[in-house]
């Protein structure tokens, strides 16, 4: 019988390739080594494929570590991306990005950007106002916690 795998184990997988070490990882989760390498056990006996190799207190990630943390990390953005998108539902709030652009960039740049595709947002309303850039500083918004990976500064 296989056991299921949950986000926190998503978690602690992406935790031990960005960390390189057990202990480290286990500092960061907040689990001990010896939880964390029977955890990651597990989760390689699931997924059936070995996703580190372990020297000392090393480890490196093998080919099937790094697809399986590709998309663990989509996973675990999902599952924020849904939590905020429930609060905000239930707030009544919908989503909003406001791209404000110097008088010097292209307009077909703007148009891009505004015909964009966010797929994790489906009821985006997308905003363009030229402004001067004293005028952008002052309207800066704080993007929220945890969405801070949808958006790139250029």
Partial sequence: ?????????????VALC???TFTQAAKRVGITEPALCKRLLMI?????ARL??????????TEAG???????K????????AVHEAH???RGEHHKLRIGASAYLSANLIKLLQTGELRLYHDLAIQGKRILISQQMEQVVVVPSGLESLFTIF
């Fill in 44 to 48: 390689e006996g699931t997924v059936q």
């Fill in 1 to 13: 019988m296989t056991s299921h795998l949950k986000i926190r184990d998503l978690e602690l997988v």
């Fill in 52 to 61: 580190f190799e372990r020297n000392h207190n090393c480890v490196t990630i």
């Fill in 18 to 20: 960005e960390e390189g």
């Fill in 66 to 72: 790094r697809h399986f943390v590709e998309h663990a």
């Fill in 74 to 81: 989509e996973c675990i953005h999902s599952l924020h991306c």
């Fill in 88 to 90: 905000e539902a239930k």
